[in-house]
């Protein structure tokens, strides 16, 4: 059996020494999931590093572990960033659960022109702690040693900008429509075998509605790669996944 992972909310301890996991994690592990003394689990620091430890001691709200073993896990290249549109019934948060146990790195929410979904005021700052916290589910559901991070909410102009500033680096900007005409699978074989691959490669899925014509003409004139997934229109929840898989699967695994 997998070992469940937490995610530290300070500094890992070295092997032989103790870990302490304490705050919402040494909770949920204590009170919830009711770890007992012997048992082994993984607790990360979300940057890469993690541990494993064995259960000595535990409390309502904290667990003691004596560290058995240090973890690392390299930085995954390139880097893979998702940008999604604001949606209804949680259908973005389950692009993100899936987004993040592909190994998505970064997640940018977007409110598009056609996004029924609105973050306005401090629904901003709800909408995403809502979304670092499936982010954090996700992290530990797939025992990730990175934990993926959620930025603030953009607007069309901003992604632009961010698309722009991007491409300056090298980075990569594939944006789904249904109207493109250079097809991912090509694109992403033009790829393999490149020298360096881009950084970073970002991609951009629009709301329930669609990318508007004029959000296409700005991300693409502002150096995005307007693609096409295949030859059905895919719901906002799981266009992100599958071009992600994609994307994955040709430059990382």
Do not use: C
């Amino acid at each position: 059996m997998t070992l469940p992972l937490f995610v530290a909310d300070g500094p890992l301890a070295p092997v032989g020494g103790t870990q302490l996991l304490t705050g919402e994690e040494g909770r949920h592990a204590a009170a919830v999931q009711r770890l007992s003394v012997g048992e082994e689990v993984l607790v990360a620091d979300g940057a890469g590093s993690g541990v494993r430890g064995e259960v000595v001691a535990t409390a309502k709200n904290r667990l003691e572990l004596h560290v058995l073993e240090g973890l690392t896990e390299p930085a995954p290249r390139p880097r893979l960033e998702l940008v999604q549109a604001l949606a209804k019934s949680g259908r973005a948060e389950q692009a993100l659960e899936t987004s993040v146990e592909i190994g998505v790195d970064h997640v940018v929410p977007w409110e598009a022109e056609r996004s029924i979904s609105r973050w306005s005021g401090p629904k901003a700052t709800k909408g995403r702690a809502k979304w670092a916290g499936v982010v954090r589910a996700a992290t530990k559901q797939s025992r990730r040693l990175h934990e993926a991070t959620v930025g603030e909410l953009v607007s069309s102009t901003q992604l632009a900008h961010r698309i722009e500033e991007g491409a300056r680096e090298g980075e990569l900007t594939l944006v789904l429509h249904e109207v493109a005409t250079d097809r991912l699978l090509p694109v992403l074989g033009g790829l393999v075998g490149d020298d360096p691959v881009p950084p970073l490669v970002r991609v951009v899925i629009g709301p329930e509605g669609g990318i508007s014509p004029r959000e296409l003409e700005q991300f693409t004139e502002a150096g995005g790669h307007p693609v096409l997934l295949g030859p059905h229109v895919l719901r906002t929840s799981s266009a992100g996944p599958v071009a992600l898989s994609l994307v994955a699967g040709a430059l990382r695994w």
